[in-house]
């Protein structure tokens, strides 16, 4: 459960280990075997990686930098990514199940494809990120900055949005029924008249939904 404000989110959190192996040379861990497990990896470069498939279960990645890698199949259960910078990473097809990415950035970063249940993103710079045709299952956006990201033909249910700024992303095709962007940024954000039916808004988000429906509001 977290809280936010009056707000609850059941959000099922991370089952860690009380103690975490450090992994000195993950690169070297995975020459070894496809699983990373019950570990700590922290302020490294994790470069120039690629590998057909891998799994990292109950770990936490703090400060850690990925770049230039490729990963055919990724499945990520119970692991906190903290301060990592995940940008332009290829995860398309991945499967996150109690993940946190805290203050962690994400610019460019493609999830598309992926399974998110029991996912929290907090304090992250996504923008341009993707997530088209994902399925979001008890999925939690906190305080992120997601301009110009995309959602497009996503499975939402019970996703959550508070304070984030999704100005000019892209919603089309996406089921928004019960969600609640009014604490959001929206403007220019784009989605099918059918898709905004049960969206949640404040009075002052009514203007962007009016240009998507061709209403034009004169002052």
Request: proline share 0%; charged share 25%; aromatic share 10%.
């Given at each position: 459960m977290i809280k936010r404000g009056s707000m609850s989110y059941k959000i099922i959190q991370p089952t860690l280990p009380k103690t975490?192996?450090?992994?000195?040379?993950?690169?070297?861990?995975?020459?070894?075997?496809?699983?990373?497990?019950?570990?700590?990896?922290?302020?490294?470069?994790?470069?120039?990686?690629?590998?057909?498939?891998?799994?990292?279960?109950?770990?936490?990645?703090?400060?850690?930098?990925?770049?230039?890698?490729?990963?055919?199949?990724?499945?990520?259960?119970?692991?906190?990514?903290?301060?990592?910078?995940?940008?332009?990473?290829?995860?398309?097809?991945?499967?996150?199940?109690?993940?946190?990415?805290?203050s962690c950035k994400l610019i460019g970063t493609n999830f598309s494809d992926g399974s998110f249940k029991n996912v929290v993103f907090e304090g992250c710079q996504g923008r341009y990120s993707f997530y088209r045709y994902t399925t979001m299952k008890d999925v939690l956006f906190i305080e992120s900055i997601l301009l110009q990201s995309d959602f497009q033909e996503s499975d939402f249910k019970r996703v959550s949005f508070d304070h984030v700024d999704l100005r000019k992303s892209?919603?089309?095709?996406?089921?928004?029924?019960?969600?609640?962007?009014?604490?959001?940024?929206?403007?220019?954000?784009?989605?099918?008249?059918?898709?905004?039916?049960?969206l949640i808004i404040n009075p002052s988000q009514s203007i962007d939904i009016a240009k998507l429906v061709g209403v034009e509001v004169k002052y």
């Open positions: 975490l192996k450090k992994v000195l040379n993950f690169k070297e861990t995975l020459s070894q075997k496809e699983i990373v497990s019950e570990s700590i990896i922290e302020e490294v470069l994790i470069e120039n990686l690629e590998v057909k498939y891998l799994n990292l279960k109950a770990s936490v990645f703090e400060n850690v930098s990925f770049s230039n890698v490729s990963i055919e199949t990724l499945d990520v259960t119970n692991v906190i990514f903290r301060n990592c910078d995940l940008s332009n990473i290829d995860f398309r097809g991945s499967i996150f199940h109690q993940v946190r990415f805290e892209q919603f089309s095709g996406v089921g928004l029924k019960g969600v609640d962007l009014s604490t959001s940024k929206i403007e220019g954000f784009s989605a099918r008249f059918e898709d905004i039916q049960g």
